[in-house]
């Protein structure tokens, strides 16, 4: 089987297994006609069934479609023997009825046993689409073909997806209050402030010592004070009387 066949088979069964719970070994519904093309054809079907279906399967065979075999004469005895390998599907049948309508009968309305049908039959496939969850199998050209899942399978594959993502009805109610709650406010955006990464950090001014303290101080009153508003008269002309000997003193010595 080529690689991109093999991989569109194993996503279809992929939905099979997930939607309509299919498990292995599948159970393969044979019928006679299946049976007589795969004799023509010299075709190991129960291999190629493996194979199309990736995976353990049982072939199996209602007792109608044998019967119907044996009313064809001994010609269809290599048939015969090959339906005779399958597993016996008891199909509850007093009198044997065509193949194709116990084949309908065995699946029904929703296939609950999960059968998978091969069948050379075109009336029966078409038939059979109309039943959600079955997968069809037929030889073309010596290939065996497993067909693309039929509309009423896609809507049940959707409705089963509806379902798991939405509430059962029992649980609406306490999911009420939820649903009528008012949205979440928006936070209104404003300016942004600088990144604070990128700011400089203030420089904290050191913290005053005494002993700075005592050299403003004397630097203060060696200036004269505060411009001379807080300090006394007597300090102010004793200032100026030092200032006037120093200079007296110098102009002594230059004349000297």
């Given amino acids: 089987m080529r690689q991109k066949r093999a991989k569109t088979y194993r996503k279809l069964m992929h939905l099979y297994t997930l939607t309509f719970q299919f498990r292995e070994p599948y159970q393969v519904l044979v019928d006679s006609t299946m049976c007589k093309t795969a004799v023509e054809l010299k075709y190991d079907l129960v291999k190629q069934l493996g194979v199309a279906l990736q995976g353990e399967v049982k072939p199996m065979i209602t007792q109608c479609c044998i019967h119907e075999l044996y009313l064809q004469g001994r010609t269809m005895q290599p048939v015969v023997d090959l339906a005779k390998t399958f597993e016996r ?27 998978i049908v091969a069948s050379q039959s075109h009336p029966l496939r078409v038939k059979l689409r109309d039943v959600p969850g079955v997968p069809l199998l037929h030889i073309n050209r010596a290939v065996l073909i ?7 399978t896609l809507k049940a594959k959707e409705a089963a997806v509806g379902k798991a993502l939405h509430a059962p009805a029992h649980e609406l109610p306490l999911l009420e209050p939820s649903i009528h709650r008012d949205p979440p406010r928006k936070k209104k955006k404003g300016p942004k402030g600088p990144n604070p990464l990128s700011v400089k950090k203030k420089k904290l001014k050191p913290a005053a010592t ?26 102010n002309q004793a200032g100026t009387r030092r200032k006037r000997r120093r200079k007296s003193h110098s102009s002594l010595e230059t004349s000297v």
């Fill in 146 to 152: 497993l067909e693309p899942p039929s509309d009423a």
């Fill in 89 to 115: 599907r008891k199909c509850n049948h007093r009198e044997a009825i065509p193949g194709d309508d116990c084949i309908l009968s065995v699946v029904g309305e929703g296939n609950k046993h999960r059968y």
């Fill in 210 to 235: 005494p002993e700075v303290t005592a050299k403003v101080t004397a630097k203060r009153k060696r200036d004269g004070g505060d411009n001379g508003d807080n300090v006394p008269e007597s300090s």
